[in-house]
């Protein structure tokens, strides 16, 4: 498989205070990336960073084999091929539907795609009935399934999610893990990087696991060996419950 997007010896230094150092990770198309750890470990860091949000103190940032740059001239091109969703919905202050057109809009679709795309996503994710209201009126749930269609609805290279199921009921949880599950069975060369505290859902959704600890990348492996046999006895501490951060 070929690397979607890689963090190739990233450090990130806010002030006094390193958040990640030395990171090497890798995300390869057609696979689900999971990043466990504690907070503060520096896992959100590693996102935003991925998506350009941040600037790399040193390393490189690497998006399909290319240096990328929060600085660089294509910096808004690039990000335009990645989604993210994030723990806590943020939503715009406009319908449902023109939350879904906007990022057609900026990313020059037609209004017949616009259209198209918009009425395909609020079936999927159970919003059609919605599409009139104001994003900020809906539930929390549906909110999350808003951000959901929104990262989605523009075919992303790159899907980073950060915490996306921490408020939500298993209900909702059941349904976004199933469309996370489809977007990478159905869209060949895409990837998706997961982020979470939930150690069922890093199993139940991952297909390799990283983990962070104080900035640091301690171990990556195949989920099975990372839950099984890892190398590393801190991992297998914090599979199990046992290590105390």
């Known amino acids: 498989m070929t690397d ?25 198309q057609d696979e689900i990336f999971g990043i466990v750890g504690p907070s503060g470990a520096g896992k ?28 660089s001239r294509n910096a808004d091109m690039i990000r335009k091929r990645i989604g993210m969703v994030l723990q806590k ?4 202050n406009r319908s449902v539907e023109n939350n879904l057109a906007y990022p057609l809009q900026i990313r020059g679709f037609s209004d017949q795609e616009v259209a198209s795309k ?3 996503e609020l079936g999927r ?7 009139h209201k104001n994003a900020r009126t809906l539930s929390g749930g549906e909110m999350q399934r808003l951000c959901f269609a929104r990262a989605m609805v523009h075919d992303p290279s790159v899907l980073l999610l950060d915490e996306f199921a921490a408020n939500l009921d298993p209900a909702n949880v059941a349904l976004l893990e199933e469309e996370i599950r489809r977007y990478i069975a159905e869209r060949p060369g895409r990837s998706v ?26 171990e990556v492996a195949e989920k099975r ?18 290590l105390v951060f």
Request: proline fraction near 4%.
């Open 44 to 71: 959100s860091t590693a996102l935003r960073l991925m998506d350009l949000i941040e600037e790399p103190t040193s390393g490189t940032v690497w998006i399909q084999g290319k240096k990328a740059s929060a600085r």
């Open 225 to 242: 060996k990372f839950f099984e046999s890892p190398d590393d006895p801190r991992t297998a501490k914090f599979v199990s419950g046992d």
């Open 193 to 218: 990087v997961l982020v979470t505290h939930n150690m069922f859902q890093a199993k139940r959704m991952c297909d390799r696991v990283a983990l962070m600890w104080d900035g640091e990348v301690i």
């Open 118 to 120: 918009v009425d395909k």
């Open 4 to 28: 979607a997007i890689a963090l190739d010896g990233v450090t990130k230094r806010y002030m006094d205070v390193t958040a990640v150092k030395n990171v090497r990770l890798v995300a390869l």
């Open 125 to 131: 994710f159970g919003l059609a009935e919605r599409r």
């Open 89 to 92: 919905p943020v939503v715009l």
